[in-house]
């Protein structure tokens, strides 16, 4: 009878509340579970998303010119990346960094040759979150078409957009109060000749022969309209 009664008593003992493993530091938690809280993304507005007829889109810039107001953010977790005077120029939908900010992390086992600039690059990540790769890090002094000589190393060359295929995804966002203020800093910023914007940045399914293509098309249906239009005249 006392076994039974041992029985009864262990079946009805209550199993610890959810207050009471919280209250024991964890030690009801499987091990391995980190206790840090996931990443949330942040709500963005449209003008800061791709896909949205209301996208801002970055301008190309000269190198080494002043890029006061500009920062970009972490799409997955929102942190600030990048600066303006951490900003070192714009080019095809890329900032080009001065130095090596420490929003961003990479690790020496994770790098990749870039055969056009014949030189090893690494993948660059979000150091707050982590989550996001959001571009690529050139330690040392590189050789390319680019002909920049104001360049820096190390530096990294963070993507604000990405293509896939044809479709665009945000690598990053452009941080602002709100559209109209991100509008007058874009519209103060230095650009090249003839400046606009190209891109996206260049990825394993964008080529930059097939980018030239597609412009050098707009322009000859330009062309084509005007010279139709004047003929009609």
């Known amino acids: 009878s006392s076994r039974s009664s041992s029985r009864s008593s262990s079946r009805s003992r209550p199993s610890p509340s959810p207050r009471n493993k919280k209250d024991a530091g964890g030690l009801f938690a499987p091990s391995g579970r980190s206790s840090k809280p996931a990443v949330q993304r942040p709500h ?36 600030v990346l990048v600066k303006g005077s ?13 130095g090596l900010p420490s929003t961003i992390k990479y690790e020496k086992t994770d790098g990749f040759y870039n055969p056009v600039k014949k030189t090893q690059a690494f993948k660059a990540s979000c150091a707050h979150c982590g ?58 910023l230095t650009l090249i000749d003839g400046g606009g914007y190209r891109g996206p940045a260049v990825t394993k399914t964008s080529h930059p022969v097939a980018e030239e ?21």
């Not at 998303?49 to 080494?64: H, N």
């Not at 293509?213 to 005249?233: G, V, Y």
Request: glycine share 6%; net charge positive; with cysteine.
């Open 44 to 79: 963005w507005k449209s003008w800061q998303l791709c896909r949205s007829k209301d996208m801002m889109y970055i301008p190309e810039t000269v190198p080494g010119s002043d890029h006061k107001g500009l920062s970009l953010g972490c799409f997955q977790c929102g942190a």
């Open 86 to 98: 951490e900003i070192h120029k714009v080019k095809g939908g890329s900032i080009w960094s001065k």
């Open 131 to 188: 989550k996001n790769r959001v571009g690529d890090v050139y330690l040392t002094p590189y050789k390319d078409s680019d002909q920049d000589s104001k360049k820096s190393f190390p530096c990294v060359k963070i993507r604000h957009v990405y293509t896939r295929t044809t479709t665009e995804f945000n690598n990053t966002v452009l941080l602002a109060p709100d559209a109209v203020s991100a509008r007058r800093v874009l519209n103060g």
């Open 213 to 233: 293509l597609r412009s050098l098309k707009k322009m000859f249906a330009k062309l084509q309209k005007d010279i139709n239009e004047k003929k009609d005249e």
